[in-house]
Every structure is written in C-alpha cells, then in structure tokens.
T-cell receptor
Framework: AQKVTQAQTEISVVEKEDVTLDCVYETRDTTYYLFWYKQPPSGELVFLIRRNSFDEQNEISGRYSWNFQKSTSSFNFTITASQVVDSAVYFCALSGWGNKLVFGAGTILRVKS | EAGVAQSPRYKIIEKRQSVAFWCNPISGHATLYWYQQILGQGPKLLIQFQNNGVVDDSQLPKDRFSAERLKGVDSTLKIQPAKLEDSAVYLC???????????FGPGTRLTVL
C-alpha cells in the first residue's frame, strides 16, 4: 500500500525566514511520481511540482526548492525568504500505477509579518 | 485556458436529503476525478473516469454515492441520502491522460446538519 507522511502538522515562521516542509513516502512501485500542492484559504489545490522516481535531481523555482532522496524516501520542500502570501496548507502526494493520488495529511504554514 | 469549474461552491442540507455537485474539466482532459476532503485531512479519491467510463470507484460508498460522466465531459456526483459524516469539501480534478498531472477545481463545501 502507498502512504505519505507529513509529520509537521503546523509551522509558524516570521516573514523572510526559510522554512522546510517534510514529506516521507512508502511505496512498492518502482515507477512512481511525487507531488506538492498548495491549498490557500480559498480552498483550491494548486499544483506546484511533479517529480518521477527516476529523477533525483533537486529542483529550484524562484523561492521554492525541492529535495528528493530515494535513499530516505523523502521529498522535502523549502521556501526561501517566506512571505505572508505563502500561508496555506501544503500537501505532499504520491501516485504509482494507475495515477491514483495518495495525499499526506498536510502541513499548515503560517507566515507572520 | 480555463481551469476546472465546479458548482455550487457551498451547500448546506439536512441529513437524509439529496445533493448533487457538478464539474466541468479543463477542455480536452479525458480523465476526471472526484475527491472527498474532510476537514484536517488530505483529499481522498472517490472515483476516476476515463472519458465516460469508470476506471476506479473502489473507495466510493456506492450505497449512497453515485457519479456519472455522460458524453465524457461534464460530471455530476450525487449523494442520496446524506449523512452527517459526508460534511466535507468535494474536489474535482482533471488530467489530459491517466498518467498526467491532475489539476483541481475550487471545490464544493458541503455541510450536512
């Protein structure tokens, strides 16, 4: 069975601080995809990134960066110089064969000015 | 390009009543998904369509939930009769193919009293 664990229920930071959101996954599939979605107060899930299991290269997009380590089954997400607009719930998700998305419980990020 | 559209955005009903939600996917997306997101949890897949056929409905409570996707475009999700535990946000998502990234709509927040 596939499982995603986001151990951090809630994180509070002050604006301009860096923050890392942890994600640990379990799967028996050899080919799988990992995702991060953002859910702002409006409720819509916004796609941030998709990474396949064969690509362990880290990725940076503006203030966002992702660290994928198969050895520890982790796919962590870092926001550099956080802003108030980054306040949201962030979900890590996993899909294997069939593209069925399995989500973690989410991490609430609160960025204070 | 227009995103996934859902209506209504909010619905309040009494238990044992019926309710229906509507979803219009991104144009050209053959795969459509319905998720249930209970407060404080990650979304859980209810049903997946490929065109107008059901691919996965293993987690759909079929005694009270039904869904259809006539003509392979719009979809409706129905609950009849509703229970208190059905209070949740119902999210619709679509993807071009079953292996592509899923894009989500704004969701319908259902409250069952």
């Amino acid at each position: 069975a596939q499982k995603v664990t986001q151990a951090q229920t809630e994180i509070s930071v002050v604006e301009k601080e860096d923050v890392t959101l942890d994600c640990v996954y379990e799967t028996r599939d050899t080919t799988y995809y990992l995702f991060w979605y953002k859910q702002p107060p409006s409720g819509e899930l916004v796609f941030l990134i998709r990474r396949n299991s064969f690509d362990e290269q880290n990725e940076i997009s503006g203030r966002y960066s992702w660290n994928f380590q198969k050895s520890t089954s982790s796919f962590n997400f870092t926001i550099t110089a956080s802003q108030v607009v980054d306040s949201a719930v962030y979900f890590c998700a996993l899909s294997g064969w069939g593209n069925k998305l399995v989500f973690g419980a989410g991490t609430i990020l609160r960025v204070k000015s | 390009e227009a995103g996934v559209a859902q209506s209504p955005r909010y619905k309040i009903i009494e238990k044992r009543q019926s309710v229906a939600f509507w979803c219009n996917p991104i144009s050209g997306h053959a795969t459509l998904y319905w998720y249930q997101q209970i407060l404080g949890q990650g979304p859980k897949l209810l049903i997946q369509f490929q065109n107008n056929g059901v691919v996965d409905d293993s987690q759909l409570p079929k005694d009270r939930f039904s869904a259809e996707r006539l003509k392979g475009v719009d979809s409706t999700l129905k609950i009849q009769p509703a229970k208190l535990e059905d209070s949740a946000v119902y999210l619709c998502a679509s993807s071009p193919t079953p292996t592509d990234t899923q894009y989500f709509g704004p969701g319908t927040r259902l409250t069952v009293l």
